[in-house]
């Protein structure tokens, strides 16, 4: 299950030891290897060979980060024991092993072929937890434990009761959840809640209705889980710290084309430590053209799925992002799933004076949802009085705003209210009377019936009192004209006509 375990050695940059595990509780059991890569002309040889540390062992061999980060603990469960093994790995080598005797015996009950050692056994990635798998037994196991990582003690077992053949284990990369496969069963891929106060009860199954045997669950460096079975796929949970089938499981995700997969996966560790700190956040639709993607721990070193070196990143196309952040030997990594949208178009204009009338202002893009700083909801809003007037345009998940100040201006026409008037007559309508509004370069000019000009003026003061040359002209009805130009019109001439009757 799990055959091989290579770490470098602590303190070394071209030593690496290389453990190995023998098959179905073997004589071999655990042994060690060391490779120096200096050797060879840089492709390495081994300068010790199959050194013999425990037999015989279940199929079960991992590595853990031990709490001061400068070394490890290699982990194996002895067989026909309840026995964990952790070999302290540093510097100086591996150690005395720390023993603790918890949990279940591993031994063969019955199939004589010593099946029951097979499944695996991961680590949590803060180093705090240890789950494994023990497959071929009539009633199959998982056993959740406490690990401690600064005195390798094992302790704490909880039995999770199983509905197959569990295989592979896998907690999520922020340690929340825990997932384990089946090879039989039709379990397919079950998810735990390690946060719930009956982690049992918590589980939900996360994978789709199908006859795939799965294998081995690993963390890859995108912070996906990558899941093993047979043929020429693999399939993935692409959001592993989310709860239930929020996590994403993806069918078929890896095609594997001309090689094949049977049940296992390389050991691949993803370091969690106090050092760094990496959260990209939950999955987000963008609404623009681009997106900076920043995995901050400034200083440290930096992978991206597209290759770029940088802390910042500058993304405009839809797909899902990685990041590995690495610093002192030790990394972090994280996945978030950008989509790009079409952002939505909005222009209500300049700022705009209107004499008079109404101002139609339009939101566009029709059959989307509209909010007016006036509290209308319609697409088309028709100002009537001066000020300035807001709208939010939404798809339900874009979000456009604009603003416009609209000014309405009097439009400025002379307002006649006298259609007649009796000359000197003591104060009381004996005149031809307007009232101005917004009105300059103005002329008010008298004519007869038959045209002949009696008076015109320019002075906004002065009013006609229904004589000519001196002498008051006869009673009967007299043409008026207005020109005059206004805030409104500016430059235009406009001109109003009318008849007074002088009584």
């Keep these: ?126 180093g705090k937890k240890l789950a494994e ?76 209705t199908d006859s795939s045997r799965y294998g ?79 995995a901050r721990n400034k200083g440290a070193s930096y992978l991206w799925s597209n290759g770029q070196k940088e802390q910042k990143i500058t993304v405009s196309k839809s797909g899902t992002y990685w990041v590995t952040v690495s610093e002192n030997s030790e990394s972090v990594s994280d996945t978030i799933r950008v989509k790009f949208r079409k952002p939505i178009k909005l222009n209500l204009g300049k700022d705009t004076t209107i004499c008079g009338g109404i101002c139609p202002l339009d939101g566009g893009n029709s059959g989307l949802s509209y909010r007016w700083s006036t509290g209308a909801s319609t697409q088309v809003y028709v100002a009537t009085v001066s000020g300035t007037y807001a709208v939010t345009v939404s798809d339900g998940i874009c979000v456009k705003s604009d603003s416009v100040k609209v000014t309405f201006l009097s439009p400025g026409n002379p307002v006649v209210p006298v259609k007649e008037f009796k000359p000197n007559n003591g104060g009381l309508n004996d005149h031809f009377d307007y009232v101005l509004n917004d009105v300059f370069a103005f002329t008010v000019r008298i004519r007869t019936k038959r045209g002949k000009l009696l008076y015109e003026t320019n002075s906004m003061r002065k009013r006609w009192d229904g004589n000519f040359e001196g002498k008051e002209v006869p009673k009967g009805d007299y043409n008026w004209e207005i020109q005059y130009k206004s805030t409104c019109t500016r430059d235009k001439i406009m001109t109003i006509k009318g008849v007074v009757t002088i009584l």
């Design 1 to 126: 299950t799990q055959s091989c375990v290579i770490v470098k050695k602590p303190g070394s940059e071209t030593v690496y030891f290389i453990f190995t595990a023998d098959e179905l509780a073997g004589s071999k059991g655990l042994e060690y290897s060391v490779v120096d890569m200096t050797l060879n002309d840089g492709l390495g040889a081994v300068v010790l060979k199959n050194q013999l540390l425990l037999s015989p062992i279940s199929e079960k061999l991992t590595a853990v980060r031990n709490k001061n980060g400068k070394g490890w603990w290699i982990l194996v469960h002895q067989w026909n024991s309840n026995a964990f093994y952790s070999y302290p790995f540093d510097a100086n080598g591996v150690g005395t092993p720390v023993i603790s005797k918890t949990g279940s015996v591993h031994r063969d009950v019955g199939s004589k072929n010593k099946s029951e050692s097979i499944g695996y056994m991961k680590c949590s990635p803060n």
């Design 133 to 208: 798998a023990i497959c071929y037994i009539p009633e199959n196991s998982i056993e959740v434990y406490d690990f401690d990582n600064a005195t390798g003690t094992v302790s704490n077992p909880l039995l999770l009761p199983s509905i197959g053949n569990a295989y592979g284990v896998s907690f999520s990369p922020d340690n929340s959840k825990l997932y384990v496969s089946y090879q039989s069963g039709g379990a397919g891929v079950i998810q735990y809640d390690m946060s719930s106060a009956d982690i049992a009860k918590s589980a939900v199954r996360v994978s789709r």
């Design 216 to 294: 081995a669950l690993q963390i890859g460096p995108d912070g996906k889980i990558y899941i093993a079975k047979l043929g020429q796929f693999l399939d993935a949970i692409i959001n592993p710290n989310n709860p239930g089938k929020a996590c994403g499981f993806k069918r078929n995700y890896v095609n594997l084309r001309s090689m094949y997969s049977t049940f296992g996966l390389p050991d691949f560790f993803i370091l969690r430590t106090s050092g760094l700190k990496l959260n990209r956040g939950n999955d987000t639709v963008v609404c623009d053209k681009s997106l900076v993607l920043d």
